[in-house]
């Protein structure tokens, strides 16, 4: 779960100066946000305009627009809705929950998830401070109290987390907030040890299901956010059902009134999502991808049903909804002529499948990069996107394969510019029968420092039962400054 | 087990015949082991001889494959010899020629990625063609070859596996023959003492060997063109042979020796293993 501080997306201005926002509370106008800039000169929020204005003369001030913020917030809601995670709400009233289960793997872990999301928020000029906890309220604290600009809470460690928090962390009604302060609570763990009913007695049932809410004792379920341009179909069941043929029977359905109202809006589906309400308040997701649009209610109902072994039923689910979160225009298209031209292979089906069973990194086409060094000469592309056309330069023979990183072997060889006369690999001494080379690769001096001078000098050698390996000496063999001089072998001929 | 006995025993006795017949120029011209073929092919639920090959344009190897080539719509398994069975250097050249020869796309299945692109260029079979699918062990990555198989718009779907059952390739040889598209089971372990297992029985329609020979003996000092050993070790419906040749040039073609060319080695006997 996390949570994202917008710091005025639109710091269009001068982003050298520093910019406050500000509104207008009685007579007063008061600081609502500063920008890094203006913190670091010791304006802070909450502060009266004409003291900030007094501390930095040259100070921007703009007024503060609540309804803008809302609605660029949503904005957000739904970017991070496509990309991340299928529950997605917004945490008024500057934040965001993410209910991150069964999302953070496909990201590799709930760390990684974080760093790509603030990286690419980042990227886009948003700073933001994400937290993952057990809770929506203990994500929301630590979000706001603790991340720098990230923390990820171990399961199960909310209350130590907490306890030294300053009470607003707990989404507190204002009133609240002062009366305890005046009673001389100053964090969380203060009100932690406390008998309760005298609490409620005083403040009302909210301060102690704030407190349950954050500590992950009482449910707090998100309520995900579902604009109106977002295709969803779903369908309440008056009895739960658990069965997987029922599941398939009922997601077949969903998925033909899915299309029909694709087809009718003349777009095609590139992602969707199977929200499964269970009825202990469980929502179970299924998210699959696809790698061109489509409505074809057969195979987005064969991509569903693959999953289907992924949720877990519980006691029954009694609401299921699918919907359409990334949408592309998709119009109808001319078939090619068979008498003319041979029909190219429509793959697309087959890369989906492919990509929701391995996942969609585990599915690509490699091409070329121009790099004399082997390891970056290839990269992957997606696995449909348009042929390359050009290859590698073919003058030197290449290995069949590469191994994942350079392996250290024991040679004698000559210097400056021999083959090994013998390689000792893996415990095994080869000696060599025959030998091509050198093939000299420079570093690229403009990737890395260190590769100003570097040098490797590859070797295509055989040993006397035929083996044919690729090794390299890191230097020229001459100057010790172009690499250590140690030998590696990099691959395996055919 | 009725039926499979018979079946075997037919097969030997087709063998026979050919053994006897083997001074014939074409097996197929003889009616009657025609008929029989015919007959195992009934048993075998194959609905018919098969439809097409891809001939390896050796004379000295197609002749000896049943049929005239590799068996189009049907699975195939190669392994390395030696190292070969770790690394798969040389069978991976080998299928990489082959399926350089196929028209269409093709699908290559892994569990750890360490083809390396360019190598598989020289071999023929340019990046373009190849969608390369990592999945995480060997039952994923079989699942992956039975889809590619399936889809029918391939030219060929390759799966890098260490354990193939009889079950399994069951399965995929019934897909690849489904629709046509060849699969090509690339037997590679992760140990040296693994590729016990390769003697188990599967349903492929031929078992090959490819290890790695001395290269061919330049004037110079140099390496020159790979040499490699294929050895057939199985054949459905054929006999088993093994073969020195040279490695897949730039376009998937494989290549004679000098020695074997020059015909000295076919007067001895047609095994083309020749020793200095």
């Not at chain 2, 040296?192 to 029985?201: A, S």
């Amino acid at each position: 779960m996390d949570r994202l501080r917008r710091q005025a997306g639109e710091v269009a201005p001068s982003p050298e100066a520093p910019l406050v926002l500000a509104v207008r509370v009685g007579n007063l106008r008061l600081v609502t946000a500063a920008c890094s800039l203006a913190q670091d000169l010791g304006l802070s929020v909450g502060m009266p305009v004409s003291k900030a204005q007094a501390m930095v003369p040259d100070l921007q001030v703009l007024p503060h627009d609540p309804q803008a913020d809302a609605t660029s917030l949503e904005r957000l809601a739904l970017w991070v809705l496509q990309r991340v995670s299928p529950i997605v709400a917004v945490d008024p009233l500057d934040g965001l929950v993410i209910d991150s289960t069964g999302a953070d793997h496909l990201h590799g872990g709930e760390a990684a998830l974080l760093e790509t999301l603030l990286g690419r928020l980042v990227m886009s000029g948003v700073t933001a401070r994400a937290a993952i906890a057990d809770s929506w309220g203990a994500a929301h604290a630590l979000a706001r109290h603790r991340a720098d600009p990230m923390h990820v809470a171990e399961p199960g460690m909310a209350e130590t987390l907490l306890a030294p928090l300053p009470l607003s962390a707990l989404r507190l009604p204002p009133a609240t907030l002062a009366g305890l302060h005046t009673l001389g609570f100053a964090c969380i763990g203060d009100l932690l040890g406390q008998p309760r009913a005298p609490l409620t007695r005083r403040f009302g049932p909210e301060l102690c299901r704030r407190l349950d809410q954050a500590l992950g004792h009482a449910a707090e379920p998100i309520e995900p956010l579902r604009p109106p341009e977002l295709v969803e179909v779903r369908r309440s069941f008056a009895e739960p059902i658990a069965a997987a043929e029922t599941i398939v029977r009922y997601i077949g359905k969903l998925v033909a009134q899915l299309c029909a109202v694709l087809e009718e809006r003349g777009l095609g589906a590139r992602r969707l999502d199977l929200l499964c309400w269970r009825i202990d308040a469980h929502v179970q997701t299924v998210r699959v991808g696809l790698a061109r649009p489509q409505r074809d209610p057969q195979r987005l109902t064969r991509l569903l049903c693959e999953k289907i072994e992924t949720i877990s039923p519980g006691y029954g689910i009694e609401i299921l909804s699918l919907t359409a979160v990334t949408v592309e225009p998709l119009e109808a298209r001319q078939m090619a002529s068979r008498l003319l031209e041979e029909p190219v292979p429509d793959l697309s089906a087959l890369v989906d499948v492919l990509a929701n069973r391995v996942g969609v990194r585990g599915v690509y086409r490699l091409a070329p990069v121009p790099s004399d060094v082997p390891e970056r000469s290839v990269t992957r592309i997606a696995a449909l996107s348009e042929p390359v056309g050009a290859g590698w330069p073919g003058h030197w023979p290449r290995p069949a394969r590469l191994l994942p990183r350079p392996e250290p072997i024991e040679t004698l060889a000559l210097l400056p510019d021999h083959p090994p006369v013998w390689i000792s690999w893996r415990g095994i001494r080869r000696k060599v029968a025959r030998a091509d080379g050198p093939e000299r690769v420079f570093g690229e001096w403009w990737k890395r420092d260190a590769e100003r001078i570097a040098v490797r000098d590859y070797f295509r050698i055989e040993d006397e039962a035929g083996e044919r390996f690729w090794v390299f000496r890191a230097g020229d063999g001459e100057n010790a400054d172009t690499g250590s001089h140690r030998w590696f072998l990099h691959g395996v001929f055919g | 087990m009725g039926i499979k006995g018979t079946k075997q025993e037919l097969n030997l006795f087709v063998l026979n015949l050919i053994g006897a017949v083997s001074l014939m120029p074409s097996r197929s011209s003889n009616p009657a082991i025609a008929a029989l073929r015919q007959q195992i092919a009934r048993m075998e639920g194959d609905g018919g001889p098969i439809r097409s090959m891809l001939p390896f344009r050796l004379p000295e190897l197609d002749r000896r494959l049943p049929g005239g080539g590799l068996a189009l719509g049907c699975l195939h398994e190669v392994a390395g010899g030696g190292n070969g069975a770790v690394d798969g250097a040389a069978a991976s050249s080998f299928v990489a020629g082959i399926a350089a020869r196929l028209p269409g796309p093709v699908l290559w299945c892994v569990t750890e990625a360490d083809l390396f692109a360019p190598g598989l260029e020289q071999a023929g079979l340019g990046p373009d063609r190849v969608i390369h699918v990592e999945a995480g062990d060997d039952v994923s990555v079989l699942a992956c070859m039975e889809e590619g198989l399936r889809h029918g718009g391939l030219g060929a779907v390759v799966a890098e596996v260490a354990r193939l059952s009889m079950t399994a390739s069951r399965r995929l040889h019934l897909a690849a023959k489904g629709s046509g598209t060849t699969g090509i089971a690339l037997r590679r372990w992760r140990r040296q003492q693994d590729p016990c297992d390769f003697g188990q029985p599967t349903a492929a329609m031929t078992r090959w060997r490819v290890s790695v020979l001395p290269s061919a003996p330049l004037p110079v000092p140099g390496v020159g063109r790979a040499r490699w050993l294929v050895e057939l070790i199985r054949a459905r419906a054929g006999e088993s042979f093994d073969l020195e040749l040279e490695a897949c040039d730039g376009t998937g073609h494989l290549g004679l020796p000098a020695t074997l060319a020059s015909g000295s080695a076919q007067a001895a006997g047609g095994r083309g293993r020749t020793f200095a």
